[in-house]
């Protein structure tokens, strides 16, 4: 199979910083399915320009989780370890923090796994059902990259570590479909600086798109006709992908499964319609 070629005038266009990371687990277990009926991967796109935006939002957030601790100022910033249902507080900070840097976009992907097909590969396979999962959301990086407002850009993926994957599988995965082998739609795949990197929490980025993969957390895990626990999702809702029409379904946020698993809520309708 042919490597994918990027033409070289693509290195020098202005870049995208995209951090990602993930939230729910991917097994299918009934334990694992009561305790987490999805699993969701969220990317935070910010123009390099902005990046300072990244770096004083984390800071802050980090200042605020740490102030009785105030000799640990750079301990990474954890969405399960520091912002707990009880502490609404943190996640209300969180949340407006997140919803002020202005030219921020965000992207979640999320799979429901009680809908998934009984039959279907990711059901045995994690490795698997991870590097699909990642493939739709770099999908929708690379669009939002090309369509960026003012011109197309290069965007630079860092993932967060996980555990006990092969992230170098994900790497050969992702090269086979970006090669043809596989149908994606047209993705532009060469407004994505190859290949994506997998770093450790220590990156502000990828602190701030656990945040956001925790709000969307607390939104899905609530009861379907409760608003409350998506007060805070709904205070970044302009900051997710739409369409040039505005639609917010399959283009900020995309569901693997049932749709209904997500449009069904009560909170859905204000958050789609902006």
């Known amino acids: ?9 693509f290195g020098q266009l202005p870049k995208l910083h995209v951090y990602v990371d993930e939230t729910g687990d991917r097994g299918f277990s009934d334990r694992s399915q009561a305790q987490s009926p999805f699993f969701a991967m969220t990317a935070l796109v910010v123009p390099q320009e902005d990046e300072w935006t990244v770096t004083y939002t984390a800071g802050g957030l980090r200042a605020l989780v740490h102030r009785s601790q105030p000799q640990q100022p750079l301990k990474p910033i954890h969405w399960v ?12 900070w969180a949340a407006q923090a ?4 202005p030219t921020a976009r965000v992207i979640h992907v999320i799979a429901h ?7 279907n590969e990711m059901r045995r396979d994690k490795g698997v059902f991870y590097n699909f999962t990642t493939r739709l959301l770099l999908e929708r990086v690379a669009h939002l990259a090309r369509e960026w407002p003012g011109g197309k850009r290069l965007a630079i993926v860092r993932l ?4 006990h994957m092969d992230h170098q599988d994900c790497v050969s995965y992702l090269d086979q479909v970006r090669s043809g082998n596989g149908e994606t739609y047209g993705v532009p795949w060469e407004h ?15 602190q701030l798109a656990d945040v956001h993969a925790g709000l969307l957390n ?4 609530g009861h379907p006709q409760d608003t409350a626990c998506a007060a805070n999702l709904q205070k970044i809702s302009h900051q997710l992908r739409r369409s040039a029409r505005g639609e917010l379904l399959g283009y900020g946020i995309k569901v693997i499964g049932d749709k209904r698993f997500v449009t069904d809520r009560a909170w859905w309708a204000d958050l789609k319609n902006l």
Do not use: Y
Request: proline share 9%; glycine share 4%; aromatic share 8%.
């Open 160 to 163: 967060g570590q996980v555990k």
């Open 81 to 92: 370890e520091h912002f707990k249902p009880k502490h609404p507080e943190r996640r209300s």
């Open 113 to 119: 796994k009680a809908t998934l097909n009984q039959d």
């Open 192 to 206: 994505i600086k190859w290949p994506p990197t997998w770093e450790n929490t220590m990156r502000n980025g990828i």
């Open 98 to 101: 997140l919803a002020s840097i």
């Open 218 to 221: 607390s939104a899905l895990s």
């Open 1 to 9: 199979m042919a490597a994918f070629h990027v033409p070289e005038h």
